[in-house]
Each structure stands twice: as structure tokens, then as C-alpha cells.
């Protein structure tokens, strides 16, 4: 239970309060560059990947995509990462000749970087991943925290990527603010008890989102103050 003097920290110290970023479908519109990395994995061993393929399975892990295509089994351990990584290399290729960046994500980032949010990434992602979208954005500077692949043992919806992301921002979790595009890590960000913001992004649309506390069609719609606003209506 938050104690009458955490209700009024809350409500006078902004710094207090951090927003947690998903990296794919919320800093970056990445669905394209994705499935385009896919395929061009897939085509390598002689498989077709349609987008209807690929929709079905946007958003598991890698493990369970490879095996989706392929069948369990078919490759070891050390094959599945060997995959991995060539076709997170190719995604790195594709963003990087044209970047997609989501709507209004600088001007958020600034505006809660004035406001004294404390802000961290949290993706499953690997961080070569996570560090080319920051570069991109100009970002790197205004995180606090980066919570990668590399950090976790546990995929969404198990709420770890946020309670790290949470410990490394030095603040209680119920301090925290998730914006996701995903059902998965909406339900993340609640068993860590946070509030969770559902962003409607290629291939996820409202229904899908229908577990956050707050649905959006775009970052533009966010503000410092809206933000605040909902992190005290969770704990109060």
C-alpha cells in the first residue's frame, strides 16, 4: 500500500517517475524491416515466409520463430543463435539504409527528459539492436537504463525486462509507466505493477491492445503531464 507521504512525493517530485520504452513498434516502426529480414533468412535455406506467415508469429522469440518455419528439432542450439544473428544483421541493414522511426518519438523524449522522467528501454531485443535505434534517434544521452536480450532469461509476459528496466532507474516499479505495442508486454508491465500504455503500430491494432490502461494511435498524443496523471491514478 503507497503510504500518504509516497502519494505526496508523487504528486510534487517528477523525478521520481520513469517511463519505460519497448523498443520495436514504439521507438521504431520495425514490422517491414522484420519480415523483410526473414524472408531474406528463410530464402538462404529454401524457404518461403509470407506476410501471413510472419504476422502469425510477429512478436515470439526467435527460438520459436525458427522452429515455427522449420519444425522443432531441426537445428541445434548453436545453429538457432548462428540464425539468429545473421538475420538480426540483416534487420541492422535494412533500418539503417531507411530508418523508420515512430511518429513524435523525439519530441516525447524531450519533452519527458525536461520533465525530469527518468527513461529506459526495456526489449528483448539484442543490444546491437537497441543501440543502432538510440544512435539513430539521437537518443543514446537521454536514457538512463537499457534493459536488452542479453539481460533477461525470462521473455514477456514474465514481467523481468521491466522490473530490471524499473531497479536500473532506481525507482519502484509502481513509479513506472510501460509503453508497448504488444499483448505480451502488456501483460508484463502489469505483473510488475506498472501502467501500461498500448500504441497501436503496424500489424496491432486496438483490440489487440485492450489490456493497457491507455490506448493510443500515436506518440503525439502522450505528454509529461498525461503520463504523470496515469502513474498516480495505478497507485492511488
Known amino acids: 500500500m503507497t503510504t500518504p507521504q509516497e502519494k505526496t512525493l508523487l504528486q510534487t517530485a517528477a523525478e521520481t517517475f520513469g517511463v519505460i520504452f519497448d523498443m520495436d513498434g ?25 506476410e501471413a506467415d510472419f504476422a502469425r508469429h510477429f512478436g515470439r522469440t526467435s527460438r520459436e520463430i525458427v522452429e515455427a518455419y522449420w519444425g522443432p528439432g531441426r537445428f541445434t542450439d548453436a545453429e538457432i543463435a548462428e540464425l539468429d544473428r545473421r538475420k538480426e544483421s540483416y534487420y541492422r541493414r535494412i533500418i539503417s539504409q531507411n530508418f523508420p522511426e515512430m511518429p513524435g518519438v523525439r519530441s516525447l523524449l524531450s519533452q519527458l527528459k525536461v ?16 543501440k543502432l535505434v538510440l544512435e539513430k534517434l539521437e537518443a543514446l544521452p537521454i536514457f538512463d537504463a537499457m534493459v536488452t536480450g542479453v539481460d533477461v532469461t525470462r521473455g514477456k509476459p ?14 519502484p516499479p509502481r513509479h513506472c509507466v510501460v509503453i508497448e505495442d504488444a ?54
Open 26 to 50: 514504439v521507438l521504431v516502426d520495425s514490422y517491414h524491416a522484420h519480415f523483410q529480414s526473414w524472408r531474406e533468412l528463410a530464402a538462404e535455406l529454401g524457404v518461403q515466409v509470407t
Open 158 to 171: 514474465d514481467p523481468q525486462v521491466f522490473l530490471l528496466a524499473a531497479q536500473r532507474l532506481q525507482l
Open 183 to 236: 499483448p505480451v508486454g502488456i501483460r508484463a508491465a502489469h505483473a510488475a505493477g506498472m501502467a501500461a500504455v498500448g500504441l497501436v503500430s503496424t500489424g496491432r491494432d486496438r483490440q489487440t491492445l485492450a489490456e493497457a490502461d491507455l490506448i493510443i494511435n500515436s506518440l503525439e498524443e502522450l505528454s509529461p503531464n498525461r503520463l504523470r496523471d496515469l502513474i498516480r491514478s495505478k497507485v492511488e
Open 115 to 130: 520533465a525530469g522522467f527518468r527513461l529506459a528501454v526495456g526489449s528483448s531485443g539484442p543490444p546491437e539492436n537497441v
